[in-house]
């Protein structure tokens, strides 16, 4: 069965919305109510993709930050995105509202928290968790007693501090006024006191015992004070952070109650709005003003301090560069006495804080405002996919209280992080190590690890505890179907617990499965065996071995990469001579030829193979021929009439040169399938390499003697695919493959009768590749068409990837009949190789096409990164086909393959004649993380099934 988390289609949906959202820049900035209304939009979307991902876990670490941030930075929004006016602080506060950065703001808003939330969901996807690694056992004696201590002396602390700092101040707490509170307390450590309290509340919650609850119920007293002052941030991030812990701990549900509650808190905090400035004692309460939606607009200031970064870019200022990051991590390791030259963090140029501070004044900071500040839109998303990454691989981990301490303090770091700057986190980082440490240190010196095999409740599972746990009746411990180890009051005594094991029984040691300790020993639970140390092992002998995993993905199909890279040559060459309009008429004789070419093989040469033995029978090549040379001739004649109607305006030399393009490749596509029958597979792929080598040979000459025409170029093509039939006809006869003298119909119809139930993958998927040129070119003109597939040509070069990588992964599959280690392994080594080349692309898409294909071709850049983005997709969806293909499954994707072209064609046309060339960018990456999520539940589906039948060979 498909697992339940459901991160792929959550990340193909953030994908194609951050897609959807480049795409709509100029939209989007346009006007300011529709840039609110996307923002608004994203915030809730993304929320709700965090907040469902894990079915019965919505309060997850994502799911907090992801909340956090929308709500600090589009509170201000919903308001006018609801036709309202803005709900501002102060008068002064509408001049930098309506200074015309707020649709900039919000576009860029809408940006990162898509890179993010996809960021977060990729992660999950990668790292895909086993049973064993759910189950998070109670807190040992040990550890809760050293998480108690040094979580509540933090946590006392903290609050003692901020007491101090405030009655020493001479500071009204109860009844007093925010600003009142703001100025008495501005120039202290009053900052300490908050960041003691929220690493120690974290740390607290992973304990179990009486004092969290007491410590708990005074840090709520404390919160009210603070919350009746106006000090929000300082009681909702520590607050939430220890939501996420307690989270893991036990999952928080939704009720009833929980919706009307999060609304009277909003109202709550609108009603203390008007009590921020005068105190309570002042203040003039209007019923009027209690909204729940002005108490979220005062929330979202964090969008002020990005508004204002995009006013001071637009004036022509540069971004600081990575100065902005690198220094606070310096100065953090003693940048000053080593004498490294950082300026202190008050008078850093690069660090937010300081110049905003100096500029406009303390208004905050904001993770999205200081990466953009430091490297414009692409700095945004760097840092917003780091930030997704981190917290993604920290709410998949799923380990003991210990790391439980260590997620939770790093939560409350990148919460505090979401309204302030990265100054001083490195220092924030450092404070929480340090606790984690003691609390590590503390709980080591009581107590000795065990190992001890649950043997009531099923399943059984084997749990790291130590000596004090065993206090109560071991068998009362039990696995409960939610995961957490806890008693049973109705024991299986009759079944035994025991120290060893069979080697089928399963040991979990900090949530990972380890070999089960020997059964010599007996009793009720023994120690574990000690860890071997680690051998030492030269770079050299780790050199040896990476290139040794890498040898067979380099070396895979050095032909496909001459292929490719010739194809890619010839493209660039024929895009720069011919121009976007005679690129435009090129494209659509090519691709119109290719898929007559391909539907009129009928599978013949899959046929030939499946019944050839080594080498094909003369009878089966004799039959093989006549089929091709009559196909040859329908072949030509079909690219014509398809041809015409697309692009009526060609001359009758183009004409007759598109006949014979047609004719030859359908001599060639044949005659290198006739390799692959003879058993000559390498030779086959090296036959395409001859035929694009010799058409760009000759057009290379042609272009030296003036003849640079599209009439040049399909003669090239042609002779080039007669090149290709005549090396692979040589080859198979060096082979001992040679026809016979006559043949039957029977023979010919025995040929197609096996080969046409294969053509669907391959006929599918070129349609699916191809369609939007016709329809691009018979709307728009050759022109468009020819600067789509300039920017097409370039994108598709990242299809070298999947196509090499997906030979290892079909044979691998076919050899073993499932999944196995090595294929997971290819899978991930291919997606990463497929994102690098994505993100390289995009990043230099500018000077790549200007240097490549010319100024002409400028109109391309936007289109090569949506279609960029739509090769991810792709190149997945390659990769589980070839999976499912060698899991014997080739007719499942031909008719997955079909079906998607009967969705393709109307979704392409459509999207090109509302929407033009942006439509047909869309409109792929739609189709193409369609078929990509068909396919991987597919395969995911039956990998599933495989593995309940048999354990999985590493």
């Not at 400035?277 to 939606?293: E, F, I, K, S, T």
């Not at 599933?944 to 039948?949: F, I, K, M, N, S």
């Amino acid at each position: 069965m498909i697992t339940k988390n459901r991160s792929a289609p959550y990340l193909l949906l953030c994908l194609l919305t951050l897609s959807g959202v480049l795409y709509l820049h100029d939209l989007i900035v346009a006007d300011s109510v529709t840039g609110m209304r996307v923002a608004c939009c994203v915030f809730i979307l993304c929320l709700a993709l965090h907040m469902t991902q894990r079915p019965g876990h919505p309060f997850t670490l994502t799911a907090a930050y992801t909340g956090l941030l929308g709500v600090f930075h589009t509170g201000l929004f919903f308001q006018p995105a609801l036709g309202g006016t803005f709900s501002t602080l102060r008068p002064t506060d509408i001049i930098w509202l309506n200074a015309g950065s707020i649709p900039a703001a919000a576009y860029i808003y809408s940006v990162g928290q898509l890179a993010f939330s996809a960021s977060t969901f990729a992660v999950a996807l990668w790292r895909r968790e086993s049973p064993s690694e759910r189950i998070t056992a109670a807190p040992t004696p040990s550890f809760e007693k050293s998480a108690t201590v040094v979580g509540s002396a933090l946590l006392i602390g903290g609050l003692a501090l901020w007491f101090a700092i405030s009655l020493t101040r001479g500071v009204t707490i109860l009844g007093g006024s925010y600003v009142n509170f703001l100025s008495g307390t501005g120039n202290s450590k009053i900052a300490y006191a908050y960041l003691l309290m929220g690493v120690g509340l974290p740390i607290l919650a992973t304990t179990s015992g009486q004092m969290r609850k007491k410590l708990f119920r005074v840090f709520l007293a404390w919160s009210a004070i603070a919350f009746i002052l106006g000090l929000r941030g300082e009681v909702l991030i520590p607050m939430t952070a220890y939501l996420v812990v307690r989270a893991r701990q036990r999952p928080i549900k939704f009720r009833a109650w929980m919706a009307p509650a999060a609304v009277a808190l909003l109202a709550l905090g609108a009603l203390v709005r008007t009590t921020r400035v005068q105190g309570l004692r002042g203040a003039v309460v209007n019923l009027a003003d209690v909204n729940p939606l002005s108490s979220l607009a005062e929330l979202g200031y964090s969008i002020r301090p990005l508004a204002q970064v995009i006013t001071w870019q637009s004036s022509s200022e540069l971004p600081v560069g990575s100065g902005t990051y690198t220094h606070p991590v310096l100065r953090a390791l003693g940048g000053h006495f080593l004498n490294l030259g950082l300026p202190p963090a008050s008078t850093d140029p690069t660090a937010l804080n300081t110049v905003v501070a100096a500029r406009v004044g303390n208004i905050g900071g904001s993770p999205i405002a200081e990466a953009f500040r430091a490297g414009s839109l692409p700095g945004v998303i760097l840092v917003m996919v780091s930030l997704g990454i981190i917290s993604g691989i920290l709410d998949a981990r799923r380990g003991g209280q210990l790391f439980d301490c260590l997620a939770g303090g790093l939560a409350f770091v990148l919460f505090l992080w979401v309204r302030n700057t990265f100054t001083p986190v490195p220092l924030q980082v450092g404070l929480v190590l340090a606790a984690v440490l003691a609390v590590r240190m503390a709980g080591t010196a009581n107590g000795k690890r065990r190992t001890v095999l649950i043997t009531s409740g099923a399943p059984r599972r084997a749990v790291e505890l130590r000596d004090p746990v065993l206090k109560f009746p071991a068998q009362s411990l039990v696995v409960a179907n939610n995961g957490f180890l806890s008693r049973s009051s109705t024991a299986d005594n009759s079944r035994p617990l025991v120290s060893g094991g069979s080697s089928t029984e399963t040991y979990v040691k900090a949530g990972r499965v380890f070999d089960p300790p020997p059964t010599s020993a007996a009793g009720r639970y023994r120690h574990t065996p000690p860890v071997p140390p680690r051998q030492h092992t030269s770079w050299r002998d780790r050199g040896g071995r990476v290139v040794q995993s890498l040898r067979p993905i380099v070396g895979v199909s050095s032909g496909a990469v001459s292929n490719a890279g010739l194809a890619l040559a010839f493209g660039i060459l024929t895009a720069r001579i011919l121009g976007p309009t005679g690129q435009g008429e090129l494209t659509v004789w090519v691709t119109v030829s290719s898929l007559a070419v391909l539907v009129l093989t009928l599978g013949t040469g899959t046929a030939l193979r499946v019944r050839s033995r080594g080498v094909p029978s003369k009878s089966d090549c004799a039959a093989y021929a006549v089929f091709t040379l009559v196909a040859a001739i329908v072949a030509a004649a079909l690219t014509v009439a398809i041809g015409l109607p697309v692009h009526h305006s060609s001359s009758t030399g183009v004409i007759s040169a598109a006949f014979l393009l047609g004719f030859s490749f359908m001599l060639g596509r044949q005659a290198g399938d006739l390799l692959q029958a003879a058993g000559l597979t390498s030779f086959s792929v090296y036959s395409g390499a001859v035929a694009t080598g010799v058409q760009l040979l000759l057009f290379a000459v042609a272009c030296l003697s003036g003849h640079g025409t599209v009439f040049f170029a399909l003669i090239c093509g042609s002779v080039g695919y007669l090149s290709q039939m005549y090396f692979a006809v040589h080859r198979s006869r060096r082979a001992g493959t040679r026809p016979g003298v006559r043949t039957t119909t029977s023979a010919v119809s025995s040929l197609i009768k096996i080969g046409a139930p294969t053509l669907g993958y391959s006929v599918g998927l070129l349609v699916i590749q191809r369609a939007d040129r016709i329809i691009l070119a018979g709307v728009l003109g050759a022109r468009s068409a020819g600067i789509y597939a300039a920017a097409a040509t370039l994108a598709e070069s990242i299809r070298l990837v999947p196509a090499a990588i997906g030979q290892l992964l079909f044979a691998r599959t076919a050899v073993a009949q499932r999944a196995t280690g090595e294929t997971r392994h290819l899978y991930k080594v291919a997606a990463t190789l497929i994102l690098g080349s994505c993100a390289a692309i995009i990043a230099i898409s500018g000077p790549l096409v200007r240097i490549l294909f010319g100024s002409q071709y400028s109109g391309a850049v936007p289109i090569l990164r949506g279609l960029v983005i739509a090769e991810i997709f792709m190149g997945l969806a390659l990769l589980d086909s070839r999976i499912l293909m060698g899991l014997a499954r080739t007719k499942e994707v031909g008719l997955i393959s079909t079906l998607l072209v009967l969705i393709a064609l109307p979704t392409y046309y459509l999207g090109i004649k509302l929407f033009g060339v942006t439509g047909g960018v869309i409109s792929c990456i739609v189709l193409y993380a369609a078929y990509a999520a068909i396919l991987w539940a597919r395969r995911r589906k039956i990998d599933d099934a495989l593995g309940h039948l048999s354990p999985s060979p590493h």
